[in-house]
Structures are given as structure tokens and as C-alpha cells.
């Protein structure tokens, strides 16, 4: 396996190693995964559209005939260049078709590149080990973005039409995005279109006028009432989330990215930093309106608990991917569990 470091995952993805033949691009950022397809596509072929050089492949095709994806690394390009072949939503069950083409001398002399995109996969799904164990396969992780990546994609993609963020638009921006990188893209992009190139800073009003659909509020306001310990808020916030369609899995994810914060500014705390500087000063900002939100409840949290929480959300989101329990019930009861540690003894 060629081990891509995160510094050289953009170098790889314009100019794929040619000894390489297959590449799994995996994660929970579904948008990020088919971004990475698709510079991967335009890397190896002039015209992804191409049907003489690329062939796209669903779980449905292989289910039909379970030699397609053979045959199509197989088969050589009758235009000349190296062929590329696209697997979409693939899963373990697909561990063994790709392991026939991985061994295969003659597909990796005539140079085809499979690319396969998963959803996410733990270290034991044999699909990932798969990749990850094969001298001529190559995985790379497509996670959410957060933090510092989220507010470089912000600023990068703004940039681009002569754009920039006021701070306290910036926080709003992170708060309500980073679930999905095309999601991402496509609503800077119409943020972007809003505001016109040139046309200065982005506002505060300007972002949450073009930004969301409600949902990211609904998910901040099920992670700020689980932390503050408000049962009634918190209730309210999951039915909004339940409205908009959110999944249980999204809600934890966003409760988890809370807490995670939580705990970071904690332990600065603890080792003897300024609450407020320390929120004040945060990347990505956090939004003015939570910040004396957020305060409160550093007062009321500590890192060993913190820890915890995070240990209780974890096994939760594993809960609801593995254990076939209704996945709404099993968040739903951990983030009760974890607001009523929040609330004052007399309150419990």
C-alpha cells in the first residue's frame, strides 16, 4: 500500500501513482468522498464522460454479474491513455471482486485505475483492510470538516469571488456548515452569488440569510440544550430535528463536536487560561451568541467529565450503526442521560 499523508493527498489525487490500481476514498463526509472521485477522474482522463475510457459501476451491476468489474479493468482503451472505472457505494460484500483485481498481473500492466467510494468503514471492515494491506491499493479518509479546515475552506472558497468574512459571520459560517463538503461548497457558492463578486466583506445578516435550511440550527440548539443540562430545550430541539429530517447519527456527530470543544477549552482552562480569552479567542470562531452560553457551561463541566460524555456519545453513534436498536431511541436516550449529568443535583 502506498501510505498517503494528509499534506500529500492533494498531489496524489491530481497525478494517481501509476503502480497504484485501485484507490478506496472512505469516511463520513459522503460530499468529500465524491469530490475526491471526482479530481481523481479528471487526474486520470481528459473527459470523465468518456465512455471509451471510463466505465461506472453501481452494487446493482456487480449483483447482476458478478464479473463486470473484472472485465471492465480488464478491457483496454481503444482511445489510447490509462482507463478509469468508478465503483460507487461499496461495501465489505465487494471485498472479494476488488482482491481478484488487485492480484491480477495483467490489470495492473495495462495500467486501469479503479476508484472505489464507501461510506465509512471501521479498521476490521474488510473492505478497508483490504486497501489498507495491499501493495497496490491506496485508502484515503474523507472525514468531516472541522475546525481550522472548515474555516480555511471558508475563506479559500469566498476568496475565490473576490470575498471576505466578517468574524462574526465566520463563526455563523462554521457553525452551520461542515457536514457535507459539497453541501459546503454549493452554499458558499450561493452565498457567494448573493453577495457579488467584489463586493467586500460577508455579514453576519448576510450569512444567516443564504445559509441552511434550519437543520444546523436545530442540531446546535439539541447540542447546546444537552450540554446546559435544559431537558424542555432539548426536547424541543429533537423534534425540530426530527422535522427537518435529520438523521440520529448527524445529531450525535454534532453533540459529539460540542462536547469535543467543550473539553478542549476545558483543559485550557484547567491548566490556567481566561475562560472568556479563551472562547473569545477559538478556532473556528465560535459564534458571539453561544459564547456566554458556552461559559456557563465550562462552569458546570470539567474535563474528566467531559471525557465521559464523550465516551457515552461514541458508544451511542456505534449503538445505532451496529446493534439494529431504533437508532432514534438510543440518542435519544444518551443525550438525556448526559443533560441530566449537566443539571444541578437538586434539579436531577
Known amino acids: 500500500m502506498v501510505k498517503i499523508a494528509n499534506r500529500s493527498v492533494e498531489a496524489f489525487l491530481k497525478a494517481p501513482d501509476s503502480a497504484i490500481v485501485a484507490v478506496l476514498l472512505f469516511g463520513e463526509d459522503n460530499g468529500l468522498v465524491r469530490e475526491r472521485a471526482g479530481r481523481l477522474a479528471a487526474g486520470v482522463v481528459d473527459d470523465p464522460g468518456d465512455p471509451f475510457r471510463?466505465?461506472?459501476?453501481?452494487?446493482?451491476?456487480?449483483?447482476?454479474?458478478?464479473?463486470?468489474?473484472?472485465?471492465?479493468?480488464?478491457?483496454?482503451?481503444?482511445?489510447g491513455g490509462r482507463r478509469l472505472v468508478r465503483l460507487s457505494s461499496a461495501g465489505n460484500a465487494h471485498s472479494g471482486a476488488i482482491k481478484a483485481v488487485l492480484d491480477d498481473d495483467g490489470?495492473?500492466?495495462?495500467?486501469?485505475?479503479?476508484?472505489?467510494?464507501?461510506?465509512?468503514?471501521?479498521?476490521?471492515?474488510?473492505?478497508?483492510?483490504?486497501?489498507?494491506g495491499h501493495e497496490r491499493a491506496a485508502a484515503i479518509p474523507c472525514y468531516l470538516d472541522d475546525g481550522r479546515s472548515l474555516?480555511?475552506?471558508?475563506?479559500?472558497?469566498?476568496?475565490?469571488?473576490?470575498?471576505?468574512?466578517?468574524?462574526?459571520?465566520?463563526?455563523?459560517l462554521c457553525d452551520n456548515l461542515g457536514t457535507d463538503r459539497l453541501v459546503t461548497r454549493s452554499e458558499l457558492e450561493k452565498l457567494a452569488l448573493y453577495k457579488g463578486?467584489?463586493?467586500?466583506?460577508?455579514?453576519?445578516?448576510?450569512?444567516?440569510a443564504n445559509i441552511g435550511d434550519g437543520a444546523p440550527l436545530a442540531r446546535d440548539d439539541v447540542a447546546l440544550a444537552t450540554a446546559g443540562g435544559d431537558q424542555v430545550a432539548l426536547e424541543r430541539a429533537l423534534t425540530k430535528c426530527r422535522?427537518?429530517?435529520?438523521?440520529?447519527?448527524?445529531?450525535?456527530?454534532?453533540?459529539?463536536?460540542?462536547?469535543?470543544?467543550?473539553?478542549?477549552?476545558?483543559?485550557?482552562?484547567?491548566?490556567?487560561?481566561?475562560i472568556g480569552q479563551l472562547i473569545k479567542s477559538h478556532r473556528?470562531?465560535?459564534?458571539?451568541?453561544?459564547?456566554?452560553?458556552?461559559?456557563?457551561q465550562l462552569e458546570i463541566w470539567r474535563p474528566a467529565r467531559l471525557a465521559?460524555?464523550?465516551?457515552?456519545?461514541?458508544?451511542?453513534?456505534?449503538?445505532?450503526?451496529?446493534?439494529?436498536?431504533?437508532?432514534?431511541?438510543?440518542?435519544?436516550?444518551?443525550?438525556?442521560?448526559?443533560?441530566?449529568?449537566?443539571?444541578?443535583?437538586?434539579r436531577r
Open 54 to 79: 471510463v466505465a461506472e459501476l453501481v452494487p446493482a451491476n456487480l449483483k447482476d454479474d458478478p464479473a463486470r468489474l473484472f472485465d471492465e479493468m480488464a478491457a483496454l482503451s481503444l482511445m
Open 107 to 132: 490489470i495492473a500492466e495495462n495500467g486501469s485505475l479503479l476508484v472505489v467510494e464507501a461510506g465509512t468503514l471501521g479498521p476490521r471492515d474488510s473492505l478497508r483492510k483490504l486497501f489498507e
Open 151 to 172: 474555516e480555511g475552506l471558508i475563506s479559500e472558497t469566498l476568496a475565490s469571488h473576490g470575498l471576505q468574512v466578517e468574524p462574526s459571520a465566520m463563526a455563523y
Open 197 to 208: 463578486r467584489d463586493g467586500g466583506a460577508v455579514t453576519l445578516a448576510e450569512a444567516e
Open 243 to 274: 422535522l427537518a429530517g435529520e438523521s440520529p447519527i448527524a445529531i450525535l456527530r454534532a453533540v459529539i463536536r460540542h462536547m469535543q470543544r467543550l473539553h478542549l477549552l476545558s483543559l485550557k482552562a484547567a491548566s490556567g487560561g481566561n
Open 284 to 296: 473556528p470562531p465560535i459564534f458571539f451568541k453561544h459564547q456566554q452560553l458556552i461559559q456557563r
Open 308 to 346: 465521559q460524555a464523550l465516551a457515552i456519545l461514541t458508544e451511542a453513534e456505534l449503538d445505532c450503526k451496529t446493534t439494529g436498536l431504533p437508532a432514534e431511541a438510543v440518542c435519544g436516550r444518551a443525550l438525556i442521560r448526559i443533560a441530566n449529568a449537566a443539571r444541578p443535583p437538586s
